[in-house]
């Protein structure tokens, strides 16, 4: 149980266009999801925490008008990255966390490559 | 926020027991994790453990916490070649940084030699 989805798992877009990511929480309500970002050997670095039905809370330096974060049902969150830029390229990992609870489960993350 | 620090990389040959070490700085963390990464992919949660407990065991995985000095390690017996991976610590926040939030250390690259 608590499994996670990402998609897609990679993709390349031009620089300027935006792309969207999809996390779903396929066995589970995920009241809650989160958006990491992992530069190349570093560690994940939250980017924002939705929950379904409000806005989502931004991390202090991340761009809420660049990275549009919109979690409309309780198995659906989804990133956009707006026109893209190649220091947008990094690997995208969701999580999920269901009410009452404070685990998270990890998506297998996106690579996002912006050429 | 908390500060959660791993040491970067680990060799260690094949058939060893692996030491992966983590400092936090949260005394009120109630849950710490330990997560695998294998190239390309997302985190794996591996074990937890409460901040009640001393040491937990699950197969070949051994996670040890000393709440005084705030220090978690993970110890895998019989490292295999399938093993290496980053394994990243993760902290979940206490009443000084928040029980909403998972800090997350640098993750610790290891590498089995055959």
């Known amino acids: 149980g608590a499994v996670v989805s990402q998609h897609p798992s990679w993709v390349i877009c031009k620089s300027g266009t935006s792309v969207k990511i999809e996390c779903r929480s396929l066995d589970f309500q995920a009241t809650t999801m989160f958006w990491y970002r992992q530069f190349p050997k570093q560690s994940l670095m939250l980017m924002a925490t939705s929950n379904e039905g409000s806005k989502a809370t931004y991390e202090q330096g991340v761009e809420k008008d660049k990275f549009l974060i919109n979690h409309a049902s309780l198995t659906l969150s989804t990133l956009t990255v707006t026109s893209a830029h190649p220091e947008d390229s990094s690997f995208y990992i969701c999580s999920a966390r269901m009410r009452s609870s404070y685990e998270q489960y990890f998506g297998p993350g996106t690579r996002l490559t912006v050429t | 926020g908390e500060d959660v620090e791993q040491s970067l990389f680990l060799s260690v040959r094949e058939g060893d027991s692996s030491v992966i070490n983590c400092t936090y700085t949260d005394s009120s963390s109630t849950y710490l994790y330990w997560y695998k990464q294998e190239p390309g992919a997302g985190l794996q949660l591996l074990t937890y453990?409460?901040?009640?407990?001393d040491m937990k065991q699950d197969q070949r995985l051994t996670v040890l916490l000393n709440k005084k000095d705030k220090h978690l390690s993970l110890r895998i017996a019989d490292t295999q070649t399938g093993d290496s991976a980053i394994y990243f610590c993760a902290v979940r926040g206490g009443t000084k940084t928040g029980a909403n939030n998972l800090f997350f250390g640098t993750g610790t690259r290891l590498t089995v030699i055959p």
């Open positions: 453990i409460f901040s009640n407990m």
